[in-house]
């Protein structure tokens, strides 16, 4: 495989997370819809480096936008640590001991079971640890554990992920294939080839004014590489989904689904 950056597609288990999956019981018509639900001022971004842990970078992005939903604020005092997201995802793949990359099934198990550990407990630095196999203790799993997913839903196409975030519920970790198209020019990305490549992991978090021929809005992802944050074309959402690799996961701080206000989404005070 090439453009590989952390995430495998091929042996990711989908029906694993598909097993775990809440379905969504509201659609558009249940709520009123944000014009747009901007997470860029509440969202940090920070690039991987030279190490594949971009599973985790994902998946903390997803705890620190529902902190946001949560709180209301950005994660200054709640900032994620993605080393050990990484380390203890690898722990579950049986990959801990190599820079091998993660899986979304194993991330998301982790942000459930075990939690979310803050930045201040373990710093992220690059290389990969030599000590990665004893790196993570039980003391650091006993200060992540307040801080856990407490429901996911596999979300198959654009509505379907456009309705869970602009309800409030959540926000999405994704993992797909990767190569040099899916990076944006100027902030957007209206295009992509899905014939060859390795694989990625990032975070689907809101979208932005910016809307097609259709009236749908583009979606913010936000990656750990350089480009950060980029709106994504609704075109490209449909050809991920479409894409036989594709995990996209809809995580939320609520046990049951459904919409909510959250006050910086309708006033956008911080954006």
């Known amino acids: 495989m090439s453009d590989f950056t952390g995430y495998d597609p091929t042996i990711e288990n989908r029906d694993a997370i598909v097993s775990q999956s809440i379905e969504i019981g509201f659609t558009f018509s249940d709520y009123e819809a944000p014009e747009e639900v901007d997470f860029r001022k509440l969202i ?15 998946n903390t992005n997803c705890g620190e936008g529902l902190w946001a939903l949560h709180t209301g604020s950005m994660s200054n005092d709640r900032q994620f640590s993605q080393l050990f997201s990484y380390l203890e995802a690898q722990r579950l793949d049986g990959l801990l001991g190599r820079d091998a990359g993660s899986t979304i099934n194993s991330g998301l198990k982790i942000s459930k079971e075990v939690g979310y550990l803050e930045l201040k407990d373990l710093e992220y630095k690059t290389p990969y640890p030599s000590n990665a196999r004893t790196l993570i203790t039980d003391d650091m799993r006993m200060k992540a554990s307040p801080f856990r997913v407490r429901s996911s839903t596999w979300l198959d196409s654009y509505d379907a992920i456009k309705n869970y975030m602009a309800s409030g519920v959540g926000v999405c970790y994704v993992g797909s294939l990767w190569n040099q198209s899916l990076y944006g020019r100027n902030g957007v990305l209206e295009s992509i080839s899905m014939v060859n490549g390795g694989g990625h992991a990032y975070c689907f978090a809101g979208y932005s004014k910016r809307k ?14 350089n480009d950060s944050w980029t709106e994504i074309a609704p075109s490209v959402i449909d050809a991920l989904c479409r894409h036989q690799w594709t995990s996209i996961v809809g995580v939320s ?6 919409p909510r206000k959250v006050s910086w989404m309708q006033s956008r005070p911080l954006g």
């Open 44 to 58: 940090r971004h920070d690039n991987q480096g030279n190490m594949g842990s971009c599973g985790g970078f994902g």
């Open 212 to 225: 097609d021929s259709r009236g749908r809005n583009y979606i913010w992802r936000l990656n750990s590489h």
């Open 253 to 258: 701080d609520l046990s049951t689904p459904g």
